[in-house]
């Protein structure tokens, strides 16, 4: 099966600076990365997420990087405010319709 | 923006019986999904659904558990004799039917065995 790991499990960033995840993946089948966002108590949310036959994908201050070679995707988070304080989880998938395979996720935490 | 709603938001049970935990996927999604995150760990998969059946399922997912589609809105998952290690938070997620759809999460229901 696939076997996901995220580098670091902690970033402490200050306010305004740049943050960058990333998200290691096992099975060359994969096609789909997606980045999602938990706040402590809620639900994952869809923040981002690229498709295998592009390289790279940017939605404001969010962007997404793929390298399918080197079989890594990295989330990245420029000019960091407070509120991008959560846990933050890649979750590849092999299968167009099937599961996603959840990284330990990252904990960032932005102080002012 | 459509949502995936899940009943109820908090379930407190005693070991060994039984619960039902439920969701309302996106109205026109196809493709529905449980999910189990024990607190301060990471979302872990248990079982899809596409079709009226089960497309894949963990090895969590077992004779335990059981899904279901009653009607054409509500999804459900039941844990025949829960045990403690049951505790977690359940998420219900859905997504579309073309591929490589992002699949949209609901609240979830914190689960509680006592």
């Known amino acids: 099966g696939e076997n996901v790991e995220q580098h670091p499990s902690t970033l402490s960033v200050q306010e305004g600076d740049s943050a960058v995840i990333k998200c290691t993946y096992s099975?060359?089948?994969?096609?789909?990365f997606p980045w999602y966002k938990q706040e402590l108590g809620k639900r994952p949310q869809l923040i981002i997420d690229?498709?295998?036959?592009?390289g790279e994908k940017k939605d404001q201050r969010i962007a997404v990087t793929l390298n399918k070679t080197a079989k890594h995707f990295s989330l990245h988070i420029t000019e960091t405010q407070p509120e991008d304080s959560a846990v933050y989880f890649c979750a590849p998938k092999t299968d167009s319709w099937g599961k996603l395979q959840f990284g330990a996720g990252t904990q960032v935490v932005v102080t002012p | 923006e459509p949502e995936v709603t899940q009943t109820p938001s908090h379930q407190v049970t005693q070991m060994g019986q039984e619960v039902i935990l439920r969701c309302v996927p996106i109205?026109?999604?196809?493709?529905f999904y449980w999910y189990r995150q024990i607190l301060g760990q990471k979302v872990e998969f248990l079982v899809s659904?596409?079709?009226?059946?089960?497309?894949?399922k963990s090895e969590i997912f077992d004779d335990q558990f059981s899904v279901e589609r009653p009607d054409g809105s509500n999804f459900t998952l039941k844990i025949r004799s829960t045990k403690l290690e049951d505790s977690a938070m359940y998420f219900c997620a859905s997504s579309g039917g073309a591929s490589n759809q992002p699949q949209h999460f609901g609240d979830g229901t914190r689960l509680s065995i006592l």
């Open positions: 109205s026109n999604h196809l493709y």
């Open positions: 659904f596409y079709n009226n059946e089960i497309s894949e």
């Open positions: 690229i498709r295998s036959n592009v």
């Open positions: 099975d060359s089948a994969s096609n789909y």
